[in-house]
């Protein structure tokens, strides 16, 4: 179909069905044509509000979740669509964008030029909208944290102004952590936006731990407002974007129901406020992408192999990674993801020195962490002194991670907290046996080898005696290789993909869509 034709056809539509198009375009928005829109019934239209958004962008498990929440969503006849900052990593560089939205806003004092940008072809599984605002950072690196709270404002009023000219009103929007936790106070308190007031809002919490706070002294970078409503931007007496949200969306959502649980029970500063809003927050259980992560077609490993095929298919990918230094032959337990806190990883110095030292111990062990620098450095000690035990690798290499998952026997996830856990899934999907805290996404997906059914192993707190003893089951159960094997296969056979989860957010916007 011939360019002009496909945009005049576009347009006609547009005019007939009042499809999501700005009524002030900077220039022509493109489109493949008109496929996807030409519906006599339209579908729930959702705008996902994100920081992050697999592939475009994205530093853990809210960019991850985002993508395929979003791709399932469009899989079960949802129109869901993403808008994010635009950041210049390598994916967004290598497209050409459109400007379909144009404006100038005020933060304090300072001018800023901005523009809602959309690809010029169709590069993921969804509509996508990004966020350019000239003067504030967007490098590669997705948070600066010197000027996070200019960024996350500005971001969060353009696409609001954005939509608030959009011909046709989304039936829901949908906020994604402390990043777009301001929005539901904009819809109810800054008159700029009263003609969204009536969209219906949902904040999911991906992780607490990250509220966005600043001080009262940045409140001009919002847009004005009464300021009898300033106590729903407070919290503590700083502004806390992620509390805001919890007290303003319609509905408040949780990647696990038992990180919900955790969030009004345990230690977080927000726990008053979690159980004076419990009735409308609600657990969904996050999944992942079984596409995307899937042994039997993953290009970045050494062998595919499939449930049939697990034991030969592991075994060269195991060997790949051992190479001359670890012995295969003994059980390889891994660690991936940030060397912080939260993920238990300040122990692993600790823990490590005591199992290599330990007459007990009869395993190898792999670390592929970033962030947290005195930790890797720490470990790096550790390697020098036992390099046919250890090897440390200070990397966030995707396909490093898919190889280390497919030779490894255990996947150590000593975690304070884990709201999503998503690791612990992509584990079991290749075959890898989840060691695991029993706490929040964590506990939801994983049942103990104590069990009949069971296909990992938990243990209860974070110390290195605990995870250490962990550590030293998973060792007695990979010596009795029958049982360990069939407790592989069940692993690989458990479904973890968004399908029943996706469903319960469908009918989430169902129901909140007949409140408007």
Same mark, same amino acid.
């Given at each position: 179909?011939?360019?002009?034709?496909?945009?005049?056809?576009?347009?006609?539509? &547009?005019?007939?069905?009042?499809?999501?198009?700005?009524?002030?375009?900077?220039?022509?928005?493109?489109?493949?044509?008109?496929?996807?829109?030409?519906?006599?019934?339209?579908?729930?239209?959702?705008?996902?509000?994100?920081?992050?958004?697999?592939?475009?962008?994205? #530093?853990?498990?809210?960019?991850?979740?985002?993508?395929?929440? =979003?791709?399932?969503?469009?899989?079960?006849?949802?129109?869901?669509?993403?808008?994010?900052?635009?950041?210049?990593?390598?994916? #967004?560089?290598?497209?050409?964008?459109? /400007?379909?939205?144009?404006?100038?806003?005020?933060?304090?004092?300072?001018?800023?030029?901005?523009?809602?940008?959309?690809?010029?072809?169709?590069?993921?599984?969804?509509?996508?909208?990004? #966020?350019?605002?000239?003067?504030?950072?967007?490098?590669?690196?997705?948070? /600066?944290?010197?000027?996070?709270?200019?960024?996350?404002?500005?971001?969060?009023?353009?696409?609001?102004?954005?939509?608030?000219?959009?011909?046709?009103?989304?039936?829901?929007?949908?906020?994604?952590?402390?990043?777009?936790?301001?929005?539901?106070?904009?819809?109810?308190?800054?008159?700029?936006?009263?003609?969204?007031?009536?969209?219906?809002?949902?904040?999911?919490?991906?992780?607490?731990?990250?509220?966005?706070?600043?001080?009262?002294?940045?409140?001009?970078?919002?847009?004005?407002?009464?300021?009898?409503?300033?106590?729903?931007?407070?919290?503590?007496?700083?502004?806390?974007?992620?509390?805001?949200? =919890?007290?303003?969306?319609?509905?408040?959502?949780?990647?696990?129901?038992?990180?919900?649980?955790?969030?009004?029970? *345990?230690?977080?500063?927000?726990?008053?406020?979690?159980?004076?809003?419990?009735?409308?927050?609600?657990?969904?259980? &996050?999944?992942?992408?079984?596409?995307?992560?899937?042994?039997?077609?993953?290009?970045?490993?050494?062998?595919?192999?499939?449930?049939?095929?697990?034991? /030969?298919?592991?075994?060269?990918?195991?060997?790949?990674?051992? *190479?001359?230094?670890?012995?295969?032959?003994?059980?390889?337990?891994?660690?991936?993801?940030?060397?912080?806190?939260? *993920?238990?990883?300040?122990?692993?110095?600790?823990?490590?020195?005591?199992?290599?030292? /330990?007459?007990?111990?009869?395993?190898?062990?792999?670390?592929?962490?970033?962030?947290?620098?005195?930790?890797?450095?720490?470990?790096?000690?550790?390697?020098?002194?036992?390099?046919?035990?250890?090897?440390?690798?200070?990397?966030?290499?995707?396909?490093?991670?898919?190889?280390?998952?497919?030779?490894?026997?255990?996947?150590?996830?000593?975690?304070?907290?884990?709201?999503?856990?998503?690791?612990?899934?992509?584990?079991?999907?290749?075959?890898?046996?989840?060691?695991? &805290?029993?706490?929040?996404?964590? &506990?939801?997906?994983?049942?103990?080898?104590?069990?009949?059914?069971?296909?990992?192993?938990?243990?209860?707190?974070?110390?290195?005696?605990?995870?250490?003893?962990?550590?030293?089951?998973?060792?007695?159960?990979?010596?009795?290789?029958?049982?360990?094997?069939?407790?592989?296969?069940?692993?690989?056979?458990?479904?973890?993909?968004?399908?029943?989860?996706?469903?319960?957010?469908?009918?989430?916007?169902?129901?909140?869509?007949?409140?408007?």
């Amino acid at each position: 179909m011939p360019q002009i034709f496909a945009q005049t056809s576009f347009g006609i539509w &547009n005019l007939f069905f009042g499809i999501l198009i700005p009524r002030r375009l900077a220039r022509p928005c493109r489109s493949d044509g008109p496929r996807g829109y030409l519906l006599l019934m339209q579908p729930l239209e959702i705008i996902h509000i994100t920081a992050e958004c697999y592939p475009v962008a994205k #530093v853990g498990d809210l960019g991850d979740s985002v993508g395929a929440m =979003v791709m399932n969503q469009n899989e079960l006849g949802i129109r869901a669509k993403v808008i994010m900052p635009y950041y210049g990593t390598p994916f #967004v560089k290598q497209e050409n964008f459109d /400007s379909i939205f144009e404006e100038h806003i005020l933060l304090n004092t300072k001018r800023y030029s901005c523009k809602v940008l959309i690809p010029r072809r169709r590069i993921v599984w969804f509509d996508l909208f990004l #966020v350019h605002v000239e003067g504030l950072p967007d490098e590669e690196k997705i948070y /600066s944290e010197k000027e996070d709270a200019e960024r996350f404002i500005a971001f969060q009023r353009v696409t609001l102004d954005f939509l608030n000219q959009l011909a046709k009103k989304p039936n829901v929007i949908h906020c994604h952590d402390h990043h777009a936790g301001l929005v539901p106070f904009m819809l109810l308190h800054c008159q700029e936006y009263s003609e969204l007031r009536n969209i219906p809002t949902i904040l999911t919490i991906h992780n607490a731990h990250y509220q966005g706070i600043f001080g009262h002294e940045k409140l001009g970078l919002l847009p004005l407002f009464n300021h009898i409503h300033l106590g729903l931007l407070e919290w503590n007496n700083v502004i806390n974007p992620l509390a805001a949200g =919890v007290k303003c969306a319609w509905r408040v959502g949780t990647v696990s129901p038992s990180y919900l649980e955790e969030l009004k029970s *345990n230690g977080n500063v927000l726990k008053r406020l979690f159980v004076k809003e419990g009735k409308k927050c609600q657990g969904i259980l &996050n999944g992942i992408n079984t596409s995307e992560w899937n042994p039997e077609t993953d290009d970045a490993l050494i062998k595919k192999y499939s449930t049939r095929s697990v034991e /030969s298919g592991k075994k060269v990918n195991k060997n790949s990674l051992c *190479n001359k230094f670890l012995k295969p032959e003994k059980p390889l337990f891994v660690f991936i993801g940030r060397l912080i806190w939260e *993920n238990g990883a300040d122990l692993l110095p600790g823990l490590l020195k005591d199992l290599l030292k /330990s007459d007990k111990n009869d395993g190898n062990y792999i670390v592929l962490g970033s962030e947290g620098l005195s930790v890797a450095n720490a470990l790096k000690s550790l390697e020098k002194i036992h390099p046919t035990k250890l090897t440390v690798q200070y990397s966030n290499d995707e396909r490093m991670k898919r190889r280390i998952l497919a030779g490894a026997d255990f996947l150590l996830l000593p975690s304070r907290t884990d709201p999503a856990g998503n690791r612990q899934m992509l584990a079991m999907r290749y075959g890898t046996i989840p060691v695991v &805290n029993n706490v929040g996404a964590l &506990n939801d997906t994983v049942i103990d080898i104590k069990k009949e059914d069971g296909f990992g192993i938990k243990h209860k707190g974070v110390s290195i005696k605990r995870i250490r003893n962990a550590i030293f089951r998973a060792q007695r159960l990979y010596l009795d290789q029958e049982r360990f094997k069939k407790i592989r296969v069940i692993a690989m056979k458990k479904d973890h993909s968004w399908r029943s989860s996706v469903k319960e957010y469908i009918d989430l916007y169902r129901e909140l869509d007949k409140l408007k």
